[in-house]
Nanobody
Framework: QVQLVESGGGLVQPGGSLRLSCAAS????????MAWFRQAPGKERELVSC???????RDGDFVKGRFTISRDNSKLTVYLQMNSLKPEDTAIYYC?????????????WGQGTQVTVSA
């Protein structure tokens, strides 16, 4: 069994930055395809960014260069650097392990971390 634990969420002012972390543990020796999703109140969960083991990434249309996904394979950790945050970025951010970025399902989910962008 694999556990994913997110951290780094919080309250930030518009235009600010946050870095989220997702650490994998349990029956896992390497992280392959890892993604960040988010879900705002009353909205469906949406892909933020996905990172494959070959270095390729896939971002949601709303990212527009503001967010960057990265990984530290030695620490089994994936990060999401979020800059130029907007109030509409307020959501619970979830980490997921997937077969591939376009997969309709995820293998594992974290518990989520709240990001609130407000003045």
């Amino acid at each position: 069994q694999v556990q994913l634990v997110e951290s780094g969420g919080g309250l930030v002012q518009p235009g600010g930055s946050l870095r989220l972390s997702c650490a994998a543990s349990g029956s896992i020796f390497r992280i392959n395809v890892m993604a960040w999703f988010r879900q705002a109140p009353g909205k469906e969960r949406e892909l933020v960014s996905c990172s494959s083991s070959d270095g390729s990434t896939r971002d949601g249309d709303f990212v527009k260069g503001r967010f960057t996904i990265s990984r530290d394979n030695s620490k089994l950790t994936v990060y999401l650097q979020m800059n130029s945050l907007k109030p509409e970025d307020t959501a619970i951010y979830y980490c997921a392990r997937r077969y591939y970025c376009a997969s309709p399902t995820s293998l594992d989910w974290g518990q989520g971390t709240q990001v609130t962008v407000s003045a």
